[in-house]
Every structure is written in structure tokens, then in C-alpha cells.
């Protein structure tokens, strides 16, 4: 049975840092790209970043330069470090695992409040 599974959200002031895990079983977590992607209250859910088997970074323009993506093959995880959180950050963040077919978790909520 695959599971995906965040932690690490919660409440944090503006200009605070959160880092997300996202522990994986089932997959053989290595040969799979991984990703966040988060969905705010009202609006759809857009991707955040994501990592290529082969440690390939992509940010969403609004995450460049704040947020850092990065996996632990030996673990199973995937993280997401977030610096310099604003409010607009504030959203469930959901990891994603893709490669023939792709896996969600159930989310973590992070709220950012000023």
C-alpha cells in the first residue's frame, strides 16, 4: 500500500520559517519525481515545486528564491524548507509523487499570519 505522508505545517508569523517532510512507503521512492503543491481556501491547488530523479529543482515564480525542495533517497522523504513565509503562503500543502501514475498525500496545513 503507497503512503505519502506531510508534516511539519502549522501557524507562523510573517517573515517565519516552516520545513516540510513528506515520508513515502509502497514506492520505490528513488525512481519516482516528486513534488508539492499546495491549494488555498476558494482557489484550485498549483504546483510549488518538484524534483526529478535526478535532483532537477523547479519553483513556482511566487516560491523562487523562498523556497527550497529536496529529497532523501535513503529516507523516502521529500522536504520543502520555506523561508521568508508570507500570507499568501497559507494553504494545505500536499506532496505528490509521480511516475507512471502519481500518488497525493492528505496535506499539512501551513498558516501564515502577519
Known amino acids: 500500500q503507497v503512503q505519502l505522508v506531510e508534516s511539519g505545517g502549522g501557524l507562523v508569523q510573517t517573515g517565519g520559517s516552516l520545513r516540510l517532510s513528506c515520508a513515502t512507503s509502497?514506492?520505490?521512492?528513488?525512481?519516482?519525481?516528486m513534488g508539492w503543491y499546495r491549494q488555498a481556501p476558494g482557489k484550485q491547488r498549483e504546483l510549488v515545486a518538484t524534483?526529478?530523479?535526478?535532483?532537477?529543482?523547479n519553483y513556482a515564480d511566487s516560491v523562487k528564491g523562498r523556497f527550497t525542495i529536496s529529497r532523501d533517497n535513503a529516507k523516502n522523504t521529500v522536504y520543502l524548507q520555506m523561508n521568508s513565509l508570507k500570507p499568501e503562503d497559507t494553504a494545505v500543502y500536499y506532496c505528490?509523487?509521480?511516475?507512471?501514475?502519481?500518488?497525493w498525500g492528505r496535506g499539512t496545513q501551513v498558516t501564515v499570519f502577519s
Open positions: 509502497g514506492i520505490v521512492f528513488s525512481i519516482y519525481a
Open positions: 505528490n509523487a509521480v511516475r507512471n501514475r502519481d500518488y
Open positions: 524534483i526529478t530523479i535526478g535532483g532537477t529543482t
